[in-house]
Every structure is written in C-alpha cells, then in structure tokens.
C-alpha cells in the first residue's frame, strides 16, 4: 500500500505566504511525476503545478511567478511554496504521484492521490 499525505494548508491574508508538504510512504520502487492540483468550491479540480522524477517543472498560468514546486526524491516528498497568495487561490490542495510498486513479475505504476490539505486566504 501507498499513502500520500499532506500538511502545511492553512488560512492566511492576501499576500502571505505558505508551503505545503506531501510526503509518500508505503510500498514504494520509485516515484515518477509528482504534481498539485486544487478544488474550489462549485469548481471541478485544477492542475497547479507538477514536476518530473528529473525536476522539470510546469505552471498553470494562474500561479506562474507566486508558486514553486520541488522534490527531495531521497524524502519520497514533494512541496509547494506558494507566494503572494490571493483570496482566489482559496481551495483544496491535493498531492499526486505517479507511483511505481513492486510485483511479483516486475513493478507497475499507480497514481495516487493525497487527502487534501485546505488552504484560506482572506481579503
């Protein structure tokens, strides 16, 4: 079994700043692309940001400049600092990860998604 959790979410005013951390545990060969999505209420899930078992990384538009994403691969972990915060990046923040694990025969990939970590940001 694989588990991503999340930490770090929170509310906050417009302007500040906040990181967020998912770290996997479990059953894990190795990790693949990992990445952010966010849901605001009455909204459908959007991607924020992801990054490659190498480190590329890509943007959504609507946070290029304001948030960064990293990894420490050696921490099965990846982050989220988030800049500049405005009231309109108000959502559930959700981890996802491309997980391989082992079986039997070889090792096969999951996606997985984390709990959600909800984060505020007042006017």
């Known amino acids: 079994q694989v588990q991503l959790v999340e930490s770090g979410g929170g509310l906050v005013q417009a302007g500040d700043s906040l990181r967020l951390s998912c770290a996997a545990s479990?059953?894990?060969?190795?990790?693949?692309?990992m990445g952010w999505y966010r849901q605001a209420p009455g909204k459908q899930r959007e991607l924020v940001t992801g990054?490659?078992?190498?480190?590329?990384?890509n943007y959504a538009d609507f946070v290029k400049g304001r948030f960064t994403i990293s990894r420490d691969n050696a921490k099965n972990t990846v982050y989220l600092q988030m800049n500049s915060l405005r009231p309109e990046d108000t959502a559930v923040y959700y981890c996802?990860?491309?997980?391989?694990?082992?079986?039997?025969?070889?090792?096969?990939?999951?996606?997985?998604w984390g709990q959600g970590t909800q984060v505020t940001v007042s006017s």
């Open positions: 996802n990860a491309d997980i391989f694990t082992r079986t039997g025969s070889g090792a096969k990939v999951y996606n997985y």
């Open positions: 479990g059953s894990i060969y190795r990790i693949n692309a």
């Open positions: 990054i490659t078992s190498s480190g590329s990384t």
